[in-house]
């Protein structure tokens, strides 16, 4: 963590924990290679300058990776730019320092959703999930599409089998994710 | 004979059953049994739910991986995001006890366990793979060849990165791949400005931001006519769905403008000589009535 952020930057929105569940996160499910990334950034700003989204709008990487650092990546929280990423790991690949920024960028997010920050065309995308198995499900002109190639006309997947989606269902109330669903 | 898990996704099955079908009529031409994952679900998309939650994605991507291997084979992809997402968890759930741990805990409820004994593949990686297929048997098995146009070929981001862990070891700023197979089936490849850049679909941009996705698809778009391409072709499902519905979305674009789009797996069995009723060709939202004309 930079030492002198604290110095800088503390005041009372100081929220210290919030980068400790990004780097947990990361850690649980990337590795330490991936949680301890950010502190090696030297703020060059390949990461902005590589950004599709960034090249047109105010998504700026860069910043958000001093955020993790200055522990102030919070304030990212309720900001739509933060969901303009489309994850393209193009900043990931071309980073001279090797932070992981696109891993820890969904981690952020992660903490972001935990927190209640979610759009509701993003809650939709996980209603799908539970109520179908699928994030983009069947239409009935795809069906008919799918019969006059020779295709059953329903695919094999958990749109057809019941028992595979009430596994899917079963799983995400386990993970308390199916919540995420509901209107927010 | 080989023997692929042969996992569909949701675009596929849903919006593009022409990709699938052309899918299952390419690989039985070259001699590579597809195998159906019965009762796969959603990979999930790795930007969208991995957003949302890693422990979820990586859960319910393990479900599915859990499918293939109950079948005992490696799985086929043929949308960058299920390649992604499925090759991902795969890799970090064999190699992080801990969260392979957390997420059997979980699969153990619905009588699950992953086990780590198989592998992913991308579709394309399957057809150049020598020992499958390779181009050499693939060019034999062109009758048609598709001469006289220009492709702009778009691999997508995750066919190529995050590149530590893809096995075409490719580069990601100059890649050759595609372009190499697409233009041994007939097309010239056409150099484009945006060829490396995101289609703008992923990350749930798409889903969730509908105006800053269709200024990438715009730019694409610009630039491939630009470069005076008379198709794009992808190995993505999910590009092609940005690309074919997308161009429809954009009041900038007059309908002339469009440019159609295909699937690799398409592209490759109309130059097995399939007709483009049998592989969804007219199904798609930008017509490819020019391009069918000029390829007779």
């Known amino acids: 963590m930079a030492v002198f952020a604290g110095k800088i930057l503390r005041d009372s929105d100081f929220k210290r924990d919030v980068v400790e569940k990004v780097v947990q996160r990361c850690l649980l499910v990337f590795g330490k290679e991936v949680s301890e990334s950010f502190v090696s950034c030297i703020q060059c700003g390949m990461c902005t300058g590589s950004c599709p989204s960034g090249g047109r709008t105010i998504l700026n990487t860069r910043q958000i990776v001093l955020s993790l650092n200055l522990e102030t990546v919070y304030r990212y929280f309720d900001r739509s730019e933060l969901w303009y990423c489309t994850t393209c790991y193009t900043c990931q690949e071309r980073c001279p320092r090797k932070v992981r920024i696109t891993d820890l960028m969904r981690a952020v997010r992660n903490i972001a959703v935990e927190n209640g920050y979610m759009s509701k065309e993003h809650r939709a995308v996980i209603r799908y999930l539970y109520e179908t198995g699928h994030s983009v499900p069947i239409r009935e002109d795809v069906k008919e599409l799918r019969a006059k190639l020779g295709l059953p006309e329903v695919p094999p997947t958990t749109h057809q089998y019941g028992k595979a989606l009430e596994e899917v269902r079963k799983l995400m109330e386990e993970l308390n994710y199916a919540q995420y669903g509901e209107e927010g | ?296």
């Not at chain 2, 159906?36 to 990586?58: I, Q, R």
């Not at chain 2, 795969?90 to 198989?118: P, S, Y």
């Not at chain 2, 001469?147 to 070929?153: D, E, I, N, S, T």
């Not at chain 2, 233009?183 to 490396?196: D, H, N």
Request: negative net charge; proline residues 5%.
């Open chain 2, 1 to 296: 004979m080989a023997e692929y898990a042969f996992f569909l996704g949701c675009l596929m099955p849903n919006r593009y059953p022409g990709t699938e079908v052309s899918t299952r009529k390419v690989f039985e031409k070259l001699g590579v049994k597809l195998v159906d994952m019965d009762g796969a679900s959603c990979c999930p998309a790795p930007g969208v739910h991995g957003s949302f939650s890693l422990v979820a994605w990586a859960t319910l991507a393990a479900r599915n991986l859990t499918l293939a291997e109950e079948l005992n084979a490696d799985i086929v992809t043929c949308c960058n995001g299920c390649y992604a997402t499925l090759l991902e968890a795969n890799h970090l759930l064999k190699e992080n006890a801990e969260l392979r741990e957390l997420v059997n805990g979980k699969l153990k409820t619905v009588g699950r366990e992953f086990k780590g004994k198989i592998e992913v593949k991308h579709v394309v990686e399957v057809l150049l793979d020598p020992e499958i297929a390779g181009i050499e048997k693939i060019k034999d098995s062109v009758v048609k060849p598709l001469k006289g146009v220009k492709a702009a070929v778009h691999y997508g981001c995750h066919f190529l990165k995050p590149s530590e862990r893809r096995s075409l070891h490719e580069s990601v700023e100059n890649p050759a791949v595609l372009d190499k197979l697409v233009e041994a089936l007939g097309p010239t490849s056409t150099s484009y400005s945006t060829k490396i850049m995101c289609c703008g679909a992923g990350g749930g941009v798409r889903s969730g931001n509908r105006e800053l996705t269709d200024s990438m698809t715009l730019d694409h778009v610009k630039a491939m006519r630009k470069a005076e391409a008379d198709l794009i072709v992808t190995p993505c499902v999910f590009c092609q769905f940005q690309f074919d519905a997308g161009q429809t979305e954009l009041e900038e674009l007059r309908e002339e403008e469009r440019i159609p789009v295909l699937h690799i797996t398409q592209l490759l069995a109309l130059a097995q000589g399939f007709k483009p009723d049998e592989l969804g060709i007219p199904s798609h939202k930008v017509p490819a009535v020019k391009l069918l004309e000029k390829l007779k």
